[in-house]
């Protein structure tokens, strides 16, 4: 009898905070593999709005009834930890072709340092194709509404977190009355 090697992917990502975008990837990625791993950087070399677990804990509570989806996080190298995994294949979307350059470098990369594990990328879907965390982050922060592009829960956390700006009523320099 033959076995056979098991197909496990990573996703890794900041995912400061997830996205729906994100969980489009994740449900259309898991039916392809034995397993699937979202991975969250833990000393991204940005400053994080949320901390590793209150990242990991969004991304479990969205993902909670997906059998073969576990969210774990790591630091260092990413393909040390696809390694120490098991995983084959490393899992990326990509949005537009602003996202291709980055994307193909990191690809290449750790192609470099790991011959034996796979990028590979899928198109976000068309309705997040606009979508980014920092976006939602920044309409949050100013008051916009952003339903329908993060899970309710995450929502909530980013409202705890990022209170609305006042606007300062201070017009000194972008006034739209003419000094003729
Ligand atoms: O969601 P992001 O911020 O675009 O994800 C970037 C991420 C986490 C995939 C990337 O920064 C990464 O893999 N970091 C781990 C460190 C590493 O392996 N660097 C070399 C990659 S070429």
Redesign the pocket.
Known sequence: MTTRKLRIAVY?????PVTNGHLDLINRCAPLVDRLIV???RN???QPLFTAEERVEMLRSATAGMANVEVDC????????ARRRGASL?L?GIRAISDYE?EL??????RR?APEIETVFMMAGEAYSFLS?RLVKEVIALGGDVSGLVPPQVEAKLKERLPVRPPSGETSGCSSVSNK
Request: glycine letters at 10%; charged letters at 15%.
């Open positions: 890794p990502g900041s995912f400061d991975a969250v950087l991204a070399g940005k790591f630091d260092g190298l990413l393909v040390e930890y490393l990326r980055y470098q990191m690809a290449l990369m750790n340092l965390s």
